[in-house]
């Protein structure tokens, strides 16, 4: 694959990325509507009563979200440092959802799902491809 197909490949992965990303968050946020009755209540009962548990929730996952946004822009502008933070953030993303159970509806879990595999698949075109590497002019 050339160099300009590998680009608009990764373009095209980001771009699906954010889409497969934010249609996930949104029906997350919707709430418990598309659960069934026993794990929304299950779920509810998990969630912490306190503002301060809130806010340092907030505090930790805020610099992720921005390194994840950060890394997305490099790599859309094909910075090659945002290669490696995207994979961090990838990683400790995951080691992430080790700490805590989690539930979600099936359609949330479809689109989660979805942006890992675009994730996976924009990891690939970035260090496995000439996507990244400076223009050649001749």
């Known amino acids: 694959m050339n160099q300009q197909h590998s680009r608009l490949a990764l373009r095209i992965l980001i771009l699906g990325s954010v889409f497969f990303g934010f249609v996930s968050l949104v029906i997350a946020l919707a709430g418990d509507g598309f659960l069934p009755k026993e794990l929304a209540d299950w779920q509810a009962a998990q969630e912490p009563a306190e503002e301060g548990a809130v806010l340092l929730?907030?505090?930790?996952?805020?610099?992720?979200v921005i390194a994840w946004v950060a890394s997305?822009?490099?790599?859309?502008?094909?910075?090659?440092?945002?290669?490696?933070?995207y994979f961090a953030i990838t990683v400790l993303g995951s080691v992430f959802m080790l700490l805590d159970p989690t539930v979600e509806s099936g359609i949330a879990s479809f689109f989660s799902y979805l942006e890992a595999h675009v994730g996976g698949a924009i990891l690939g075109i970035a260090f496995f491809s000439n996507a990244l590497d400076p223009d050649h002019h001749s």
């Open 57 to 64: 929730a907030f505090v930790l996952i805020s610099p992720l």
């Open 72 to 85: 997305l822009v490099g790599l859309f502008l094909f910075q090659k440092w945002a290669a490696w933070l």
